[in-house]
C-alpha cells in the first residue's frame, strides 16, 4: 500500500492550497481518508476526515475554510485549504484507514508565512 501527498509549499496568509493524496495498491472506496497535520514541538492532530460514504468531518480551527474531498474513480482524496494563517503552518499527513488497516503517507510540508 501507498499513499503518495502533493501539493504543499509556501502560501502567503490569506491563500489557499490544495493537497492531493493518492492511494495505490487496495481498494481505495472501502478507505476512511483523512488529513492529519503536525507543527513544530506539537501532537500530530486530525485535521479533517471523509468515510467511504463520502461524511466528512473536521477540526474547528478549520471549519468554514477546509474542504475535504474525494474521487473514487482516481484513488484520490483531496484538502483545499482556503484563508490560510500562520497557525496552520504543518506537515500535512494523509491516513488511510479500514477497520484495523491503517496507512500513512510521508506528508507534504504547508508554510504559511509573508
Known amino acids: 500500500v501507498q499513499l503518495v501527498e502533493s501539493g504543499g509549499g509556501l502560501v502567503q496568509p490569506g491563500g489557499s492550497l490544495r493537497l492531493s493524496c493518492t492511494l495505490s495498491g487496495r481498494i481505495f472506496s472501502i478507505y476512511t481518508m483523512g488529513w492529519h497535520r503536525q507543527a513544530p514541538g506539537k501532537e500530530r492532530e486530525l485535521v479533517a476526515a471523509?468515510?467511504?460514504?463520502?461524511?466528512?468531518d473536521y477540526q474547528d480551527s478549520v471549519k468554514g475554510r477546509f474542504t475535504i474531498s474525494r474521487d473514487n474513480a482516481k484513488n484520490t482524496v483531496y484538502l483545499q485549504m482556503n484563508s490560510l494563517n500562520a497557525e496552520d503552518t504543518a506537515v500535512y499527513y494523509c491516513?488511510?484507514?479500514?477497520?484495523?488497516?491503517?496507512?500513512w503517507g510521508q506528508g507534504t510540508q504547508v508554510t504559511v508565512s509573508s
Open positions: 491516513k488511510a484507514r479500514a477497520g484495523v488497516y491503517i496507512h
Open positions: 471523509i468515510t467511504s460514504a463520502g461524511s466528512a
